[in-house]
Structures are given as structure tokens and as C-alpha cells.
């Protein structure tokens, strides 16, 4: 089990990495693919088949094609290519490093406590539970947000065709 | 296939052009894990089975789209974005026909799925999801049409249409890798129509009598099969629909249709 979750962890700082190095956008974005779809790995080891499944769904089946989309769509494949550094690569390494080992020192120590392992036990009738009770108000809140966007997407589409 | 030529163009990413088929072809077997075959033949028995096999069977299109951007073609461009447009627009009310099913039977679980349709109507007509008055039918039609333009069938197979874009997202594939495209695809017609055998026509139950001779994974492939038969009648009765029709008939009759479906279904619910 650790081996794969190393093996899995591996994998994803790699392809992370290809996601912000590789020169040609759409070899970043099969990068991000991989990526996302190794961390819904991941979800699923720590338990949480259910998040996993969704993961795919929503961010690997959906939001990612539609970005291939978009690329396909802007951009052709020769010109595809592209700086990724600028003159304060060296100053964000080391701002993103330091944010990121703040990151992990703060949930080591909040997890030491609470964290065990919950096992390999079905979530997704717990998940409808907490959605449609206790957390009924936050659902709501962030679907009518969703819902806004939304709208306002369409408008804003609409707006820029009338000139 | 195996002794043809493996050409890759010259205008081609050889690495995109290399693994397009391979990420089209290798969900469509993964999907297959939480198929129940018969009455307790279940590869892996997924607490989140349709779930499962709804978000990996997307992971396709990826397939689809690198080979179209990775030919370096423009009409296998244009079909990998036509096949973007389209499987990401049908998914949609795919996955919202599935939902009255999992609202009356309270499981995403194929197999307990099939385990409650196996009961009977006045003690001889088989209950499955099917015959459910008005929801049971149009549910089906939405998942057939749907399932129909998710695995790029003929009336809505515009990402490769042959006449108007060569062959579309394949056609610079050839030998093996042109095979394994197909593969996928047609794993895909069996996928879609076990998944209809499971969820709506009652998985291994036989038709008249519970548990008679006939075993139960006989029944199940007689009905994916049949299934299968009438995905090949579409592919030779229909024309190839246009792609502005295609999305409005997705977006403006299959989209509202299904979510009148869901609303008929609470209510059946709150009813009984």
C-alpha cells in the first residue's frame, strides 16, 4: 500500500513539474491530465472512493477536456510553444518553496492528533448525509454561487457579441 | 493489422501521436470492473459502481483529442474538436438519466442495482427499472440516445465523419494504432449496452420465471447483445445528424427532458 502511494506520490510532483516546464502547452496539459487523475488516485488509497470517482468526473472528464478544447481551438501546434520563465523565477521558487514547507509543517502538526486512517469503507451514503443535513446551508450557499457565475458568464458572452 | 506500416507524419507530435491510443483504449477496460456479468459474477463489487464507470469511461475523449491535435492534420483537428464538443455535451444528460435509478433504488452499487429489479409485477411481469411507468422509459431513451453519442456512433458520429472530414481524429493512424482506436470504440458499444442490461433491464433476471434454467450470466450477455443489435440498426438506419442540430437536441430537448424525468421521479418517490 505505501509502495503504491510512493510510487503514485512520485508520478505526481513529476508530471506537477511537466506541467509548469514543458515548453508546448498541450504536452502541459495531458501533464495536468495526469496529474489529476493521480491525485484522484490518491483520494481513493486514503479511503475516499467517492471524492475519487468525482475527481475524474468533474476535473479529468470535464474541465480539462473543456481546456484542451480551448487550446485546440486558439492556438496552432507549431506556435504552441512558449517561455516559461521570466526574471523572478529564482525570487517565486523560493517564496513557493517556503509557502509550501509552512503548508506541511502546520498540517503535520494539526494531524498528529486528529488524523487516523478511516480505512477502506463505503463513503458515499455518509457524504449524501452531511450534504442534505448538517451541511445543508453551505451546499446551498455554494450552489446558488455556482448558479451565479453561471448567469453571469452567459451575460458577459452576450455583451461582448452586441458590439 | 499487425504487419501493417506504423506511419507517423511528419507535421506530427510523435509523442501525443504515440500515446493517443493508448489513453482512448485503456479505460474503456478498466470500466468493465464493475460490471455484474451474472448473479455473483462481480470482477470488483464498487460501493460507487456507476459512478465509477461514468467518470473513467469520459477519460476517452482525451484519447480522442490528442490524436486529433497530435497528427497535425486539420481534419483530424477539426475532429478532435467536434469529439470534445460533443461527448463533453452528451455526458451531461447521460449522467443525469442514470439519476432516477439511483433515487428509487437508493445505491450507486451495480449489483444491488440488478438485485432489486428482481422482483415481479402481479407476481409474473418482471420489475425492472424499464417498465416503470413513463420514468423507466424515457430514462432509457435519454441513456440509449446518449450512450449512442458517447461512443461515436452513427447518427452522431460527426468527430470522424467520413464525408466530410476524411476520417476525422483518425485519420492519420494507422496498423495498430488505428486498431486500438476501434478497439476502445466498440468496448465502448458493449460497455454502454452491459450498463443498460444492468440498470434497466434487470442484469441476470430472466424474463417470466426468478432463477429458472437458463443461468443467470447467459441472460445477462443475451440482453447486452441484443443491445449491441441495436446499436448496429442505428448505425444502418439513421443519416448522420448536423453539428449545430447535435448540440440542440442535446442542450435544448435531451437536457430539460431528463431533468422533467428526475422531478417525476421524487415525486414517484414521495408517492410510494
Not at chain 1, 523572478?88 to 506541511?104: E, K, N, P, R, T
Request: aromatic share 16%.
Amino acid at each position: 500500500m505505501s509502495l503504491i502511494f510512493y510510487v503514485f506520490g512520485a508520478l505526481l510532483v513529476l508530471s506537477a513539474l511537466g506541467v509548469v516546464l514543458l515548453k508546448n502547452v498541450f504536452h502541459s496539459a495531458i501533464a495536468l491530465v495526469m496529474a489529476l487523475a493521480l491525485v484522484a488516485g490518491i483520494f481513493v488509497m486514503l479511503g475516499a472512493d467517492f471524492l475519487g470517482a468525482s475527481q475524474i468526473l468533474v476535473y479529468v472528464g470535464g474541465i480539462m477536456i473543456i481546456m484542451l478544447f480551448v487550446i485546440m481551438l486558439s492556438q496552432q501546434p507549431v506556435e504552441a510553444l512558449q517561455r516559461q520563465v521570466n526574471e523572478q523565477w529564482l525570487l517565486a521558487m523560493i517564496l513557493s518553496i517556503a509557502i509550501g514547507a509552512g503548508l506541511a509543517e502546520g498540517f503535520k502538526k494539526y494531524f498528529a492528533y486528529h488524523f487516523k486512517s478511516p480505512g477502506l469503507m463505503p463513503t458515499s451514503v455518509s457524504i449524501g448525509r452531511l450534504l442534505l443535513g448538517e451541511m445543508i446551508v453551505p451546499f446551498e450557499a455554494v450552489s446558488l454561487a455556482l448558479l451565479a457565475a453561471l448567469v453571469g458568464a452567459v451575460l458577459f458572452s452576450q455583451e461582448q457579441k452586441d458590439k | 493489422m499487425f504487419f501493417k506500416e506504423d506511419i507517423v507524419p511528419q507535421g506530427a507530435d510523435r509523442w501525443i501521436h504515440w500515446l493517443a491510443p493508448v489513453a482512448a483504449c485503456a479505460p474503456a477496460f478498466i470500466c468493465f470492473a464493475p460490471v455484474p456479468f451474472g448473479r455473483d459474477i462481480v470482477p470488483v463489487d464498487l460501493d460507487t459502481g456507476v459512478l465509477f464507470i461514468l467518470a473513467i469511461s469520459g477519460l476517452s475523449v482525451i484519447g480522442i483529442l490528442m490524436g486529433g491535435w497530435g497528427s497535425g492534420n486539420k481534419y483530424s483537428m477539426l475532429g478532435g474538436v467536434r469529439a470534445a464538443a460533443q461527448l463533453v455535451s452528451y455526458e451531461i444528460p447521460r449522467v443525469l438519466s442514470v439519476v432516477p435509478i439511483l433515487m428509487l433504488y437508493g445505491t450507486q452499487n451495480l449489483r444491488l442495482i440488478t438485485m432489486a429489479q428482481q422482483a415481479r409485477w402481479f407476481n409474473f411481469f418482471p420489475k425492472w427499472f424499464v417498465f416503470y411507468p413513463v420514468i423507466g422509459q424515457i430514462s432509457f431513451l435519454i441513456f440509449l440516445i446518449c450512450s449512442v453519442a458517447e461512443t461515436n456512433r452513427t447518427p452522431f458520429d460527426i468527430p470522424e465523419a467520413e464525408s466530410e472530414l476524411v476520417a476525422g481524429f483518425h485519420t492519420e493512424f494507422s496498423g495498430l494504432k488505428f486498431a486500438f482506436f476501434f478497439l476502445a470504440e466498440y468496448a465502448y458499444v458493449f460497455l454502454a449496452s452491459a450498463m443498460a442490461a444492468a440498470l434497466f433491464f434487470g442484469g441476470g433476471d430472466g424474463l417470466w420465471v426468478r432463477g429458472g434454467i437458463i443461468p443467470s450470466w447467459l441472460w445477462f450477455l443475451a440482453k447486452t447483445s441484443v443491445l449491441v443489435f441495436v446499436f448496429l440498426w442505428f448505425r444502418w438506419t439513421y443519416p448522420r445528424l448536423r453539428v449545430d442540430r447535435l448540440m440542440q437536441f442535446c442542450w435544448k430537448f435531451l437536457l430539460p427532458w431528463s431533468f422533467i424525468n428526475i422531478a417525476l421521479t421524487g415525486a414517484w418517490v414521495l408517492v410510494h
